[in-house]
């Protein structure tokens, strides 16, 4: 992901160090097919609107992070780590429904400690 949106913004296809696990071959015939290729990925993940690239280590690369959209309508009742039933009824009824974020923390899930900048994100530490 990151390779892909630096190749689409400008880096060179050839610059791009070899990386365990990853099996891409970002260098093509011409450097256009290079740049074609990497705008597909970037399409095919969704990142055409994303001001700085994906990067390299991040939690949701350790396993320690997941990014889940959240949405309900009317109330949601749901279980605490405790085992007890939180009934929500405020807003909004989204990932950033402070109310759901203390439920989430019960089971040591935490809410993106950055705001709206990244609404979707969930981690063990909140980065």
């Known amino acids: 992901m990151h390779w892909s949106w630096k190749i689409a913004h400008g880096t060179a296809p050839s610059s791009v160090p070899p990386m ?3 099996n891409i071959e970002w260098v093509h015939p011409t450097l256009d097919a290079s740049v074609s290729a990497a705008r597909d990925m970037v399409n095919a993940y969704g990142m055409q609107n994303l001001q700085i690239p ?3 280590i991040s939690r949701h690369t350790q ?3 997941i990014d ?3 949405g309900w309508s009317g109330t949601l009742a749901i ?3 405790a085992g007890e039933i939180v009934t929500i ?3 909004p009824r989204t990932g950033m429904n402070a109310i759901l974020k203390q439920v989430g923390q019960s089971y040591g899930v935490i809410k993106f400690v950055g705001g709206a900048s ?3 994100h969930w981690s063990t530490d909140g980065h």
């Open 54 to 56: 994906a990067a390299l």
């Open 63 to 65: 396993r320690k992070a």
């Open 79 to 81: 279980r605490n780590a």
């Open 118 to 120: 990244d609404k979707p």
């Open 89 to 91: 009824t405020s807003t």
């Open 20 to 22: 365990d696990g990853v």
């Open 68 to 70: 889940m959209t959240i």
